[in-house]
T-cell receptor
């Protein structure tokens, strides 16, 4: 069946670099997307979301880009810090459904 | 998120035992969810509830049951635990006015021997 997926299971960056985490989705009826951050031993935390009527949304140090043509979602983290080290999940909501479908996650490792 | 709490945080049990995991929330949200997380498989939905009288099966409900005792409480039971139910279990909540954004508890690590 159709599901959310991720390109890279692990991303290693240096402190201060910009990080880009990618996510592909296959359901064209998906109309809402969320990025979550999960630190070791904790539950997923909401980072940022975007609706399908938008291409870009910015938060504090984070930007989400949505390319509906190729069904691709990305999370950009500016000036990555060691505290950003975590697993990042994308999730999608399919229009008309009441639940989220989660990707498998990408581990972001930030070196000092 | 301190607004969503789960008990216990860790549990080790034996095959065949009945286990209950509890979730409470102070966010005032109507909707509550139970997920399990396994390495390499991401979060999978077990059950969800949109209000006290509403219970819905998720992707992997076999071997589990739930009870929505009140708006703020949603418990997950394993009637007869088996080793492949060893996993991290998360409770989540969402608001009817913003139903797509879910907020998660800290998780329960369950080991079935």
């Amino acid at each position: 069946g159709e599901s959310v997926g991720l390109h890279l299971p692990t991303l290693s960056v240096q402190e201060g670099d910009n990080s880009i985490i990618n996510c592909a989705y296959s359901n064209s009826a998906s109309d809402y997307f969320i990025w979550y951050k999960q630190e070791s031993g904790k539950g997923p935390q909401f980072i940022i979301d975007i609706r399908s009527n938008m291409d870009k949304r910015q938060g504090q140090r984070v930007t989400v880009l949505l390319n509906k043509t190729v069904k691709h979602l990305s999370l950009q983290i500016a000036a990555t810090q060691p505290g950003d080290s975590a697993v990042y999940f994308c999730a999608e909501n399919i229009s008309g459904y009441s639940t989220l479908t989660f990707g498998k996650g990408t581990m972001l490792l930030v070196s000092p | 998120d301190a607004d969503v709490t789960q008990t216990p945080r860790n549990r080790i049990t034996k095959t065949g035992k009945r286990i209950m995991l509890e979730c409470s929330q102070t966010k005032g949200h109507d909707r509550m969810y139970w997920y399990r997380q396994d390495p390499g498989l991401g979060l999978r939905l077990i059950y969800y509830s949109f209000d006290v009288k509403d219970i819905n099966k998720g992707e992997i409900s076999d071997g589990y049951s739930v009870s929505r005792q009140a708006q703020a409480k949603f418990s997950l039971s394993l009637e007869s635990a088996i080793p492949n139910q060893t996993a991290l279990y998360f409770c989540a909540t969402s608001d009817r006015m913003n139903t797509d954004t879910q907020y998660f508890g800290p998780g329960t690590r369950l080991t079935v021997l």
